[in-house]
């Protein structure tokens, strides 16, 4: 008999009061005996919704049903037969809009963890397995992939599952992209991406860093050394800033920036070569995942108020709901209805404040969300000595610029012919980030699995 409790057994988590002063990681993970009650919550479905909402198309049923009947070890083959980031996943994908909003379970109640159980099962695997990874016979074909974010490991995965000889170029010192750069700690521990980084260099893919690729390589040139096809997976890692007035002060910071100095380079260090500010009053623009991260890492460095100013309401915020409720929970000030119009510095050039305007929401706007319209005469100020930006990025156009025939749309991003993710230019696929601008890790990685597909047969055909 399934467990037909209504509630998914809740995750623990570490005190708001507690967790707001340290980086470590917030949600603390099922137990052993947990886990394998939540699973018993699975029906085992034959249509198998879940599974459409996957967009790694990870077989949901089937791992969950290796948990129930406690073969952990079988429940991480099923998921590494479908993701190289499980552990990854079943951190930061946003499953309440993913495979869980179609998981039956949620119609009289609440869905089965399918989230927490992923996260469960690849834990138990890297502290539990001893077997050594098994390197794929090679084919004899190569590829290379640009970017070492979540689209480009998983391209590389399935590829090296397939047996090609998979080489990616990543700018940064380390891999993960997002993963590394952008989500803090306290989501994703840096730790846990190392290692399913290492699992595909296990596997035998070749990962090389500090390779700026239009610059230290173009596309041509890696075709020339013999790859048959090229994975675009660059991400978006330009800036976008508002173009008002302050913007240059000192102590004002793109999100990106501020993520990569805290996750990468650990700035907030006081022996750090490349010092932070800490501030007491921090502002972040922007109400998406991003801007969450930032200003729950500012509380983390010590400022003792944070707001978020965002131009629409709470029920518009682009956040995932658990992140926007971790956040009030820390101490956030949510700012609402809120839009910058200055920011504003002492004689030192330092930030001392931000004018805001109120706003309320009007018509919908083409993207169907209700369109903000300025208060007139409702200008104020908020005391700040910091101001972080994060209103979205573009993608990088270093690649799209030294290679002839990659066609980029309006806003920068390359242009894919269909689902498989093949550019305008022959061999060359693209996706993730660098093709949609910023969405989701979990996207970008369904991008990176279809391509890899796409690859497979594009190198079977022309062989
Ligand atoms: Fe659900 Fe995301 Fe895991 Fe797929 S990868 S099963 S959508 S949590
Ligand atoms: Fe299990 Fe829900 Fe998927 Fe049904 S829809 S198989 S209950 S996870």
Redesign the pocket.
């Known amino acids: 008999m399934p467990n037909m409790d209504p509630k998914k057994n809740p995750m623990p988590v570490q005190e708001p009061d507690v967790r707001n002063k340290n980086f470590n990681e917030v949600a603390l993970g099922y137990t052993y005996e947990v886990a394998v009650n939540e699973a018993q919550r699975?029906?085992?479905?034959k249509n198998?919704?879940?599974v459409e909402g996957c967009p790694v198309s990870i077989q949901?049923?089937d791992f969950?049903a290796c948990v129930a009947k406690e073969d952990m070890e079988g429940a991480f083959e099923v998921l590494n037969s479908s993701t190289s980031l499980p552990a990854v996943c079943g951190r930061v994908c946003p499953q309440e809009t993913q495979c869980e909003q179609?998981?039956?379970?949620g119609i009289k109640g609440e869905?089965?963890g399918?989230g927490r159980l992923e996260r469960f099962v690849a834990d138990w695997h890297r502290e539990n397995n001893t077997k050594k990874p098994v390197v794929p016979k090679q084919n004899g074909h190569k590829v290379a992939i640009i970017g070492a974010g979540p689209s480009g490991l998983t391209a590389a995965g399935d590829l090296a599952k397939l047996g090609y000889k998979v080489t990616v170029y990543e700018a940064l010192h380390v891999a993960g992209g997002v993963l590394s750069y952008g989500i803090p700690e306290f989501r994703l521990p840096k730790d846990i991406v190392n290692k399913e980084v290492q699992n595909l260099i296990d596997i035998g893919v070749d990962i090389e860093t500090n390779m700026v690729m239009g610059k230290v390589l173009t596309i041509d040139e890696l075709f020339e050394m013999g790859n048959e096809a090229i994975f675009v997976g660059s991400g978006a890692g330009l800036p976008r800033f508002m173009n008002i007035p302050g913007e240059s002060l000192n102590g004002v910071y793109s999100a990106n920036e501020f993520l990569t100095r805290i996750n990468l380079m650990k700035a907030y260090l006081p022996n750090s070569k490349t010092p932070i500010q800490h501030a007491k009053k921090t502002v972040v623009v922007g109400g998406g995942n991003v801007a969450m991260d930032a200003a729950r890492s500012a509380m983390r460095l010590g400022s003792d108020e944070v707001y978020i100013v965002y131009r629409r309401g709470m029920e518009e915020l682009p956040a995932r709901n658990e992140e926007i409720e971790h956040a009030e929970e820390e101490g956030i000030i949510f700012k609402t209805l809120h839009n910058p119009v200055e920011i504003l510095g002492d004689e030192n050039g330092n930030v001392c404040g931000i004018r805001c305007i109120k706003m309320e929401l009007g018509e919908p706007d083409e993207s169907g969300r209700r369109r903000p319209i300025e208060i007139p005469g409702s200008e104020f100020e908020i005391e700040c000595d910091s101001v972080i930006m994060a209103i979205g990025t573009s993608p990088n156009p270093l690649i799209s610029s030294t290679t002839p025939g990659l066609d980029t749309n309006k806003r920068g991003c390359l242009i894919t012919q269909d689902d498989s993710g093949l550019t305008t230019r022959e061999g060359v696929y693209a996706g993730g980030d660098a093709v949609t601008g910023a969405a989701t890790v979990i996207l970008a990685m369904g991008a990176g699995k279809s391509a890899a597909a796409a690859i497979d047969e594009y190198i079977k055909n022309k062989s």
């Open positions: 699975c029906l085992n479905c198998r919704p879940c949901i049923p969950i179609r998981c039956v379970r869905p089965v399918i």
